[in-house]
């Protein structure tokens, strides 16, 4: 994620409560959630990021139960989607 001095730029860590993790289900409707803003979306936990509009590179973070995840936003709507994303975050099961 590059960042121009004059973007908005917004992030939150969060703990992912769902039993089985963050398995492919309940990434798609992250990403299909995420999708709807402009900003750029990035999950980073345990030193590896991933595009958080992507399944495919979401997947490969292995988010499972207890796992903390910073999700960064970049853009705009920035604070809006940060607000949005961590709050479904926390929620999906």
């Known amino acids: 994620m590059t960042i121009a001095p ?6 939150a860590t969060v703990t992912i409560s769902a039993r089985h993790g963050l398995h492919t289900r309940p990434a798609a409707i992250f990403v299909k959630t995420a999708r709807n803003f402009q ?14 509009k992507s399944l495919f590179k979401m997947l490969t973070l292995g988010l499972s139960l207890g796992t903390q995840v910073t999700l960064r936003a970049k853009g705009d709507d920035a604070p809006q989607a940060i607000a949005i ?8 099961q």
């Open 39 to 52: 900003s750029e979306i990035e999950l980073c936990s345990e030193g590896k990021c991933a595009n958080g």
């Open 6 to 11: 004059d973007e908005c730029i917004c992030e």
């Open 85 to 92: 994303l961590s709050h479904l975050m926390e929620t999906l």
